[in-house]
């Protein structure tokens, strides 16, 4: 029976197990629920009306027909809450096409690929195996960074098998660590001693928000904690802000109520891109994360102080991940090379000019990759590990599918043919806009301030540094000729007025012809601007007059009558216009007001100068 066809607004109730309550396993100390007991009813419904009576499952509120619950709820009582997501729910939240999947199938048959909620970490979903390839988890972290020319894994794997690990999840998906042990970097706020670090070694929980660059590890760090928490009886659920509406959060606090409420069991509720929620749907589990329904973990790329309401920020710690250094990296990127069981190529081994060869016939050999080439990719992907990773998977999955093989000369002594994955092709395989720049976040503003202070100092070297590195990174032209147009006013003013001129000229010269063609344009405008003579003068005039007006209190003066003007007989007669000197008519500098009475004689120029 479908849900679909089922009664609305009949009150849930649920069968008791009968002569089976064996099978339904309630956490320690918790007595069998009173909802369990069927309700007395006037009349006794016959045993059909029984079984297609709607009941609500108390985990996940889900309503089913009485012929389903028990089984579903031991299912949902053993698989912990979290897995227990009501498919219906699934369909919802996630991408699937309306109608891929009937609402009111057995959870079984649902897969959890594309639902923001609870997707995120499931264990064995996918194959998520580590590939470890020997390697596995175990012993990397720290003690790794350092390059071992000539060392792989301890099982080097030739081109086909590492070309069937690289298939699939990301890379970077797969090795996510699950433990703080191979959480690599951010000493500063996870080292041996921090405050955080012991509460999350004693499982004490705050809700915090976890602040920093793209792929430095905000939702690996959660991920760690979801799997401490769950290992010690905690609920831990997901929800993406790019996708979650406000009542899948109302549904979650539900959730979450109701496990605190009957089996005493906390709630962790992990919400990826916060600052992507509005303040008001912030507002939603403000109350629940002060009462303690729920621990809220937030990961955000975009400051919080303007993201995050200030009630919630102020009940959250606040932890901010930085970009993981280049140490930090080479041993992310080591630790992704033993997975693979690829070998290291030192700078002291010798390699001659790859030949090409058929694919089937690479496929046979061992897979090196040159130290130079970890190196470099370290350092360019920027202190984001996604982009690193990434990067190291399409270079490799790159030369595997090019079928070339390089003859090397180790420096131990041996001479073979390999597949040989170079620093050119690391260079290849990473998209540009990761170099330097996240275009969308907080780089962006943090780059254009640099520019911004740069052609003030009047320092032309920086300013051309700062600009560079926004368009290198793919900053949209545009957006930085808009700001040399304000510079222009804002900074340099009446002390060059040419400056707008060549700002606006600036800004329809990258209009027309685009990059990479106007980046000399944003660069001819750039030094002129930093050569240039500055005056704040009207900038300031203009910030006093706006004050004036601010801080005016009663109703603004009117505009004096001779000012106005009078396009009819009625206005003529009003006095507007009467007594207004026509410049053009006096040969002498004409004396008149133009200011409100009461502001008469205000000089906005000259009460702070420039
Ligand atoms: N500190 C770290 N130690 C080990 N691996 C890491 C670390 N940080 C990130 N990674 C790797 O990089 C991948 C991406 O990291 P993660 O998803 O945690 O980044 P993020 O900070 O949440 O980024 P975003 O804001 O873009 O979502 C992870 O799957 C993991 O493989």
Not at 108 to 124: D, N, R, Y
Not at 216 to 241: D, E, P, Q, W, Y
Not at 354 to 369: D, L
Request: hydrophobic share 35%.
């Amino acid at each position: 029976m479908l849900l679909s066809r089922a009664p609305r607004g009949r009150k849930a109730w649920l069968l008791g197990r009968g002569a089976d309550p064996g099978g339904l396993q309630l956490p320690k100390g918790c007595g069998r629920p009173r909802f369990l007991r069927r309700p007395r009813e006037p009349m006794e419904p016959t045993e059909k009306a029984k079984e297609e009576r709607l009941v609500q499952c108390p985990v996940c509120l889900r309503e089913l027909p009485g012929a389903d619950i028990n089984p579903h709820l031991d299912r949902c009582l053993q698989a912990g809450g979290a897995e227990a997501e009501p498919p219906s729910k699934r369909a919802r939240l996630g991408a699937a096409p309306p109608g891929s999947q009937a609402e009111g199938q057995p959870e079984e048959a649902h897969p959890t690929a594309g639902s923001p909620v609870f997707s995120l970490f499931h264990k064995g979903r996918g194959g998520g195996q580590s590939p470890a390839g020997g390697g596995g988890r175990s012993g990397a972290g720290r003690d790794e960074a350092a390059v071992q020319p000539g060392h792989g894994c301890a099982a080097a794997l030739c081109g086909d098998s590492l070309a069937r690990k690289l298939e699939g999840r990301p890379l970077a998906e797969q090795l996510r660590p699950d433990t703080l042990g191979d959480y690599v970097g951010q000493e500063r706020v996870l080292g041996a001693q921090t405050l955080l670090r012991a509460l999350l070694e004693s499982h004490e929980i705050p809700s915090l928000i976890l602040w920093g660059p793209p792929g430095c590890g905000k939702t690996t760090l959660a991920h760690i904690i979801a799997n401490s928490s769950k290992k010690n009886g905690m609920r831990f659920v997901t929800l993406s802000a790019t996708s979650a509406k406000t009542n899948d959060v109302r549904d979650v606090i539900s959730q979450a109520q109701n496990e605190k409420r009957l089996f005493k069991r906390k709630t962790i509720l992990f919400i990826d891109e916060i600052h992507r929620f509005n303040k008001s749907q912030q507002d939603t589990f403000l109350p629940h994360v002060e009462c303690g329904t729920v621990t809220l973990i937030g990961a955000t790329t975009e400051n919080p102080s303007f993201q995050v309401n200030a009630a919630l920020l102020s009940r959250c710690r606040v932890i901010v991940l930085e970009k993981l250094s280049v140490e930090a990296m080479e041993a992310i990127l080591m630790r992704a090379v033993r997975s693979l069981g690829l070998q290291v190529l030192g700078q002291g081994d010798q390699h001659g000019t790859p030949a090409t060869g058929s694919s089937s016939k690479s496929s046979e050999f061992p897979v090196y990759i040159e130290e130079k080439a970890l190196n470099t990719l370290a350092y360019l992907c920027d202190g984001d590990a996604r982009t690193g990773l990434n990067g190291l998977q399409l270079a490799v999955q790159a030369r595997l599918a090019a079928g070339r093989t390089t003859p090397l000369n180790t420096a131990k002594g041996g001479a073979a043919d390999a597949v040989l994955v170079t620093e050119e092709h690391i260079k290849e395989g990473l998209q540009r806009s990761h170099i330097l720049y996240d275009r969308a976040g907080e780089e962006h503003y943090n780059c254009i301030s640099a520019l911004h202070k740069s052609m003030r100092g009047s320092d032309e070297n920086a300013s051309l540094y700062w600009l560079a590195r926004m368009l290198e990174g793919g900053e949209d032209p545009l957006y930085v000729a808009r700001r040399l147009v304000r510079f222009a006013s804002e900074d340099i003013g009446l002390a060059d007025p040419l400056a707008l001129t060549q700002a606006v000229a600036a800004y329809q010269g990258c209009h027309f012809i685009g990059m990479p063609e106007c980046e000399v344009i944003l660069a001819q405008c750039v030094v002129y601007f930093a050569r240039a003579p500055k005056s704040i003068e009207v900038y300031r005039a203009y910030g006093n007059a706006k004050e004036c007006l601010r801080m005016h209190t009663g109703p603004l003066p009117p505009v004096p009558l001779h000012l106005r003007n009078a396009p009819t007989r009625l206005m003529k007669n009003l006095g507007y216009g009467k007594g207004y000197k026509y410049n053009p008519m006096y040969k002498e500098p004409v004396e008149q007001d133009y200011l409100p009475e009461e502001l008469k004689g205000t000089d906005f120029f000259k009460e702070r100068g420039t």
